[in-house]
Structure formats: structure tokens, C-alpha cells
């Protein structure tokens, strides 16, 4: 499904990713951990193509067709749907708009319900939203766009205790559905790379692979609960000397 | 008590007595507008180009929906008619001569040596607009009337008169335009509106002018106690220039007054547009807002708010955005109270469109142009309503114009 090759990365003349390299397979979800000022965003955010974002080498693959060095629209149209750390207030786009011009003729109104959003339809995006109410909007436009891989920056992060929840068991039906088994999830076709730094997302949502991104670099990769086990026991600092040992 | 021999001998001397603001016109360039007109008894039985240009700037041919109509072409009335009955419509001259008392409304509030606009308006004794809703009677329907320039290098001069009674309530659409053959002319336009105890007078004005035209609209607005007085401006067309600077002043105790500016400058013109408003007594109230956009052209958004009378408040907003190094936007928010217990604020903002939003947009998967477009019309939304579905098709393609330049 994406395929990310030796991805090298500037930001404002500053290298934050250094030869990446992951794969998310088709029916795969797979969640990227790694301390803070990682490159973790940088990373997702280059994945959809936001301007400042250089890719200085490397490639980009998305349903084996490059695409490097397109458009965010392009990305987005092919299906790549993304709900970033932190976006930006939308003064004067009212909630309701931008969901119907997504949904086109799908019904949104039981999601809305669901997620507890059909008193913010009216508002302006993320216009006074609190933190969980901004990912709960986010996820209803997600869930309009309906994408066939979604990038998740740290979900989970600035969100109330009861919003959790539902975010949390929202983003694991977007993504799995009623599946369980990898097998299966092959079968219903949609991917997800989520970071996460706390790892309080696989509380609600089966991982297949974890990657750890220190520094702008992969460490390692392997089986998420082990993974996440492992550094909060030993600590980040644990992945570099591993990583020293390994080479 | 002004006597027409005062007002005739001051009208004299302001002859040449420029403007405070804005381009320097000289009227002797253009010819008075014609004074007579073809009369249509019916809007209705207009070619379909005119339909349209009425159409567009929000007035409605066959008058659904609408509590009367009134149409001025150049200097003369071409249509006047009413179907709610409660309320008088009639062209000023007419109404000058029905009612004695008028002539205590008239050039009252204008002064008529406010500069050479408004002393040749009073001198070409222009002609205009009178509408009046009685005591206590509230218009179900707006009331529209056109101001529409119908010939080439003239000066068009029209005087309007609007009174709203003791604890009623008008709505009025206005819609300036211009023929399409006319390139060149001079709109000056004096409105004095009266709005009294408990009153409600809700205005909307939409300009739709052409690229070589200048536009001098001169207004107050006299608000006595509790009355209220909205004010919708759009003008989104290309012109030559447009300066305006309608001054509301709140006499009477909890007196409110809002203004929505919406303008849109294109390449080649520049919009100075201000709205001022006086708080002459305690707890009166008023919110400026204006949200321009410049795709080359000039932009002046000025407000004024000046206090002087105890627990007051008023809000200022200038965001203006610019959406090519070719434009210009200027704010000059002016705030000044002269009394210690009074609240006054502005915020003003001038800019680009952030990047930040329209990728975020994208990465919902609109084109960048749909995305500068959603953000625009966002921008521009300041809740007008009564707008007919026509003006906001027109106010889209405008919108997704804009959009497209902004690439
Ligand atoms: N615009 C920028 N210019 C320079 N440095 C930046 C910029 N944005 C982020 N950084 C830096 O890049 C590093 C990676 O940031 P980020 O991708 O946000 O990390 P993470 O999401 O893993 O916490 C951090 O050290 C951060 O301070
Ligand atoms: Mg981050």
C-alpha cells in the first residue's frame, strides 16, 4: 500500500529525516514510536506532501505508483487521508460544509451523532474546539473522505479522559471494522500508520509492526506490544545503543 | 431652521471644496445625467439583459417577495410601485410636495457643504428615494429600490430620504448598478435615514458598478432611543473608485448599530470605505465589521467609534486579506472616548490567505483552488440575509473567480 524508500528530509535548511525507510502492507496498521522532536511529524507530514516539508532523496510509494512529488490533493484523491498534530483554525468554514463537500452523497449523520459532533456542525473548524473535540472532527471528515490508508499523528495526545474512548474505538473501526485477524483485515483493505508516543493507542486498536524513530532515523522495527514493552522498561535511550550494538 | 436661500449660498461656496478621502474627481468632466426617463410600469416587461442587471444586485423584477420597488435611471424615476400598503414608497420630489414636514429631514443630517459632492447634489436638486414606515408598523417584505446609471460621462445625483417611525420596523434593499454600454460616469449619492424610539431599519446595499466609475456615496444615520440600524455593504465588482464614510449617530439611550462591509478590489480599484459611529447617550452599542479582499486593487478599510457618553460599547473588526503582491490593504481603525466609563475595541488584520488552511483543505482532497475558494467565502460571510438565490449565484462565480486569481 505505502512504501517509503530511503526518505531524506529538510526542514527550513535543517535535516530532520535521514534515510527512512517502512512499509505499510495492504490490511496492515502499523504505528511508528519514538521520543519527542523525533522527526515522528515531520515524517507524516512529508507523507502527505505539506509545503516546507523537502524531500531531499528518496521515494515515496502509494499502491506502487510514485508519488514523491505530488500535490496534497493528488495524495489525498488517491487516498491517503491524514489527521495531523495540530491543525490549524478554519475561520469561517463551518463544519457542515466541508463535510458535505467530502461526504459527497454519503450519510454522515450517525457518525456525527456517534462522535458527539452534531452540535459543532454549525461552528467554525477547530474555531474553540478543545483538544478532544478537534480529533472527534477530524475523525468525522476522515470518515467522509473514507481513505484506503490513514496517517494518525499521536491521536491520543491533548485529549480529555472521555473523549478517549471514542476516539480511540473510532479510529479502530475506521481502520478494522468488525475484523480482527490480520487475515482478515487483508480482506477489508484498509491501512494505518499511527504514531504514538505514550503507546496508549494500542489499547484500542491491533498493531502489526512498530517502528521506533529516533534522531530522524529508523532504529528498529518488530512486533508493537514487545516493542513498546521494551522502552518503557528501558527508555529511548536504550534504542540508540541498540541500534550501536547491532551495527 | 435652514432657509433655501442659506443652504443655496453654502451649496455655492463648496463647489470646489474637495473631499476629505479619496481620488479627486473633476465634475466638470461629466455631464448632468439625464433628468427624464422611459417609465416601465412593470419590471416585469424589462429586456432580459436589464432583468439580469437588477437581478444581480439583489432587486427582483417581478417584485416577489418584496414590499415595493422604486427604480432611478440617471437622474429620473423609471419605476415606483408598492403592495404592502402600510408602507410610503414614492419618489422624493413627490414626497417633498405630499408632506410639508419633510423639509425638516431633508439635507439635515448631510450637511450640503460637506464638499463639492454633496453641494452639487443639492444644487442639481437630486432626486431620489423616500421611504417611511409609519408608527408601529413592521415591513413582513423588503423594500428594494435600484440606482442604476443608464448613460456614459455623466454625473448621477440622487437623494434619498429613509424614516422609520416609533417602534417600527423596515427592511430595504438597495442595488447600485450601471448599464452595460456606460464605462465611464459619477454616482453621488446623499442618503439621510432617520430611525426612531424602538425602531428597526435593517439596509442592504449591494454595488455593482463598472471599471471607470466613481462612486460617492455621502450617509448618516440618525438613531434615537433603543432603535436599531444594521447596515449590509457588497460590493464585489470591479470600479474606479469608491469613497464612503456613512456615519451613524446614537442619540438615544441603548440605540444600536452594526456594519458589515464586504468589498472586493480588483486590479485598477480602490475602495476607501469607512463606517463611523457617535455614542452620543449612555449604553448604546455598536459592532463594525469589515472583511475585504484585494486581488490587485486598493483597499481602504477605515472605522471610527467616538464616545462620548458613559457605558458604551462598540467593536471594530478590519480583516482584510490580500491575495496578490499587486494589492493593497490599508486599515485605519480610529478609536477615541471622551468620557472615562466606555468600552471601545478594534482588532484589525491584513494578510495573506494562510497556507496552513488551504492544505489542510487539500489534504481533504480539494484542489488548491476549491480550498482558496471555501476559505474566501468563509471570509466573506459575515451572515447577510435576504439575499436572493440570483446575487448569491453571482456572489459565487465572484467567489470562485477570485479563487482562481488568487493562483
Ligand atoms: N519548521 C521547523 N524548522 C526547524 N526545525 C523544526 C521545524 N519543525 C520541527 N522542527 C524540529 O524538528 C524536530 C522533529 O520535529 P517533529 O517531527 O515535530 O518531532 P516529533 O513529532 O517526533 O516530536 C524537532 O527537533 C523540532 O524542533
Ligand atoms: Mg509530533
Redesign the interface.
Known sequence: MLEVKDLTVEVGGKELLKDVNLKVEKGYTNIILGPNGAGKTALLMTLMGFSGYKIVSGQILFKGEDITHMSIDERATRGIGIMTQRPPNMTGVKLKNLLKLIAGDKDMEQMAESLDMIRFMERDINVGFSGGEIKRSELLQLAAQSPCIYLFDEPESGVDLMSIDIIGSTINDLVHGDSTCPGDRKGHGKSALIITHTGKILDYIEADRAYVLCNGTIMCEGNPREMLQEIKENGYEECITCKLKKA | MQTEESLKKRAKAALRKEAAYGEKFDLDEYSIAPKETKYTDNLNELDEKSQRTLLNVGVVPSGEGRGGSLVMVDNAISHSSVSDREIELMPLHFAMQKHDWLKDYSWNLVPVDADKYTATSYLENANGYFIRAPEGVKTKLPIQTCLLMGSKDVSQTVHNIVIVEENARLDVITGCSTSSDVDKAMHLGISEMYVKKGGTLNFTMIHNWAEQIGVRPRTVIHLEEGATFINNYVTLKAVKSIQSYPTARLTGKGAFARFNTIAVAHPGSELDLGSRVIFDAPDTKAELVSRTITTGGTVIARGEMIGNAVQSKGHLECHGLVLNSKGTQRAIPILEANVDDIELTHEAAVGRI????V??????????E??VG??V?????VGISGIPDELQKDIDETIAQIGKSAM
Open positions: 494562510a497556507r496552513e488552511q492544505e489542510y483543505l487539500m489534504a481533504r482532497g480539494l484542489s488548491e476549491e480550498a471555501m476559505i467565502r468563509g471570509f466573506l460571510d
